[in-house]
């Protein structure tokens, strides 16, 4: 029993790990593509994980992207800048990642039902970001706080990403500047509104 229960998890490492691996290439990920990079079927593969986006949730780590931000942003309270920074990482991962990351919106838009277990980074990000300029304003509650954080998942996004480049145009690099500057002027007006006072992006 307990050496079907290791073979079990060395199985359902390899798929996490042949995922994990596919998806830092940037290369088109399929289940197929997947369960022939960890050796073993398809079949097999989806007894460990029911759909491509559950996997993808599994193979990429929200924290490493949050560990990211902390390390950027270390010793600057500046929701402003903060947040500049959360869409820079976001925006530098979606490039990087975006062969796995297009599979999971695409399974998304056509399965609006498993939307809500996409991996969350955009959320995690922006939690991260804001949380000084919230504790220390007394706002945690404020409805505008929300607004906010909705107000910046819209932008904050692989759909935007592939708007500024697939729509717009936009070279990586520039679509990644033009969404940090978006999430800034954001930020920066709902500071100017929940403050009082007067401050510049």
């Not at 960890?38 to 990429?60: G, H, K, N």
């Not at 935007?160 to 002027?185: E, H, N």
């Amino acid at each position: 029993m307990a050496a079907r229960t290791n073979q079990m998890e060395r199985t359902r490492s390899a798929i996490i790990t042949a995922a994990r691996e596919l998806t830092d290439a940037g290369t088109e990920i399929t289940m197929p593509a997947i369960a022939a990079a960890a050796r073993v079927s398809e079949a097999t593969a989806y007894r460990y994980f029911p759909d491509l986006v559950s996997l993808l949730r599994a193979a990429v780590a929200v924290e490493d992207q949050v560990a990211l931000l902390r390390a950027a942003t270390d010793g600057d309270d500046d929701p402003v800048t903060r947040i500049g920074h959360a869409a820079e990482i976001l925006g530098r991962s979606v490039i990087r990642r975006q062969g796995a990351v297009r599979a999971v919106v695409a399974s998304a838009i056509a399965k609006p039902a498993i939307a809500k277990t996409r991996p969350a980074q955009r959320f995690a990000l922006i939690e991260h970001a804001l949380a000084p300029w919230i504790a220390t304003s007394g706002l945690a509650r404020h409805p505008e706080i929300d607004q906010l954080v909705r107000d910046l998942a819209l932008v904050i996004s692989a759909e935007s990403v592939f708007t500024l480049t697939d729509l717009c145009g936009l070279a990586p690099d520039d679509a990644i500047a033009s969404l940090a500057a978006t999430a800034r002027r954001t930020t920066a007006a709902a500071v100017r509104t929940l403050s009082g006072g007067a401050r510049t992006p």
